[in-house]
């Protein structure tokens, strides 16, 4: 008899966000499930992993198909942590999120969500980052079901080519529905970052970093553009950072 699909799945906003709960509950209809996830925010934490104090994941829950350990590690180490050092056997998929927030654009850069799914595909693993484009601690994640079952049913069947793993961002909850899924490209916006200089009782300079997310990408099939016209987002993420196009023309 053929073993369920074994699914680990992390995220970066803790073991108590409601993205996590809302994708744990989809998971466990496709196989075993294995959750990973850290009890402090990892957001922002990108490809940061753990060397300088020892990574301590505890077992908190267990049934039959179902664990859950808690860790306080980031996104990345929780994947490693899993298929290398928790689980019997190498994961057939990771999910992490749901995020609070969309990482869709320059976000992914930032994301501890997303860089949990591109460390699984590090190892060939098929995996799938998913943002809700809200930010709020008790966002909806009511309307996600259907898209977020439909993308991990077709990796699922399909697999996704080596190196490759999706970055899926799924419109803010509206009164009107979400027109559908579109694989698009990652559109060309970024952060521009302020800095609020304070000075603190004792009398030293701090800052508070903030910003504001500009999109000067008026072309037509990027994510920022799906998410604006009410569309989940699929942007296939590659791991090879090559500039190709100047292997022949970068001369020294």
């Given at each position: 008899?053929?073993?369920?699909?074994?699914?680990?799945?992390?995220?970066?906003?803790?073991?108590?966000?409601?993205?996590?709960?809302?994708?744990?509950?989809?998971?466990?209809?496709?196989?075993?499930?294995?959750?990973?996830?850290?009890?402090?925010?990892?957001?922002?934490?990108?490809?940061?992993?753990?060397?300088?104090?020892?990574?301590?994941?505890?077992?908190?829950?267990?049934?039959?198909?179902?664990?859950?350990?808690?860790?306080?590690?980031?996104?990345?180490?929780?994947?490693?942590?899993?298929?290398?050092?928790?689980?019997?056997?190498?994961?057939?998929?990771?999910?992490?999120?749901?995020?609070?927030?969309?990482?869709?654009?320059?976000?992914?850069?930032?994301?501890?969500?997303?860089?949990?799914?591109?460390?699984?595909?590090?190892?060939?693993?098929?995996?799938?980052?998913?943002?809700?484009?809200?930010?709020?601690?008790?966002?909806?994640?009511?309307?996600?079901?259907?898209?977020?079952?439909?993308?991990?049913?077709?990796?699922?069947?399909?697999?996704?080519?080596?190196?490759?793993?999706?970055?899926?961002?799924?419109?803010?909850?509206?009164?009107?529905?979400?027109?559908?899924?579109?694989?698009v490209r990652q559109a060309k916006a970024r952060w521009v970052e302020a800095f609020d200089q304070r000075v603190d009782p004792f009398?030293?300079?701090?800052?508070?970093?903030?910003?504001?997310?500009?999109?000067?990408?008026?072309?037509?099939?990027?994510?920022?553009?799906?998410?604006?016209?009410?569309?989940?987002?699929?942007?296939?993420?590659?791991?090879?950072?090559?500039?190709?196009?100047?292997?022949?023309?970068?001369?020294?």
């Open positions: 008899m053929q073993n369920k699909p074994l699914i680990l799945i992390t995220n970066d906003d803790s073991i108590h966000a409601k993205g996590l709960r809302k994708l744990i509950k989809l998971m466990r209809k496709y196989g075993d499930v294995a959750v990973i996830s850290s009890e402090q925010v990892m957001s922002g934490m990108s490809h940061a992993v753990t060397i300088k104090t020892p990574l301590m994941p505890r077992l908190i829950h267990e049934e039959t198909g179902f664990r859950e350990f808690l860790t306080n590690g980031t996104p990345v180490d929780n994947v490693k942590l899993g298929k290398n050092a928790l689980l019997e056997r190498k994961p057939d998929l990771v999910v992490s999120g749901i995020n609070h927030g969309s990482n869709a654009a320059i976000n992914i850069v930032y994301s501890g969500t997303m860089a949990a799914a591109m460390e699984a595909a590090i190892d060939g693993i098929p995996s799938i980052g998913f943002s809700l484009d809200d930010y709020d601690l008790e966002a909806d994640f009511s309307h996600v079901d259907p898209f977020v079952e439909t993308i991990t049913e077709k990796v699922l069947r399909d697999g996704l080519p080596e190196g490759v793993c999706l970055n899926v961002n799924i419109p803010k909850k509206s009164h009107v529905p979400v027109k559908g899924i579109k694989v009398g030293r300079t701090y800052y508070w970093i903030g910003g504001n997310f500009v999109n000067g990408d008026p072309r037509p099939d990027t994510d920022e553009k799906a998410l604006a016209d009410n569309y989940v987002a699929v942007v296939p993420v590659q791991l090879d950072f090559t500039a190709t196009q100047l292997l022949k023309n970068l001369e020294f």
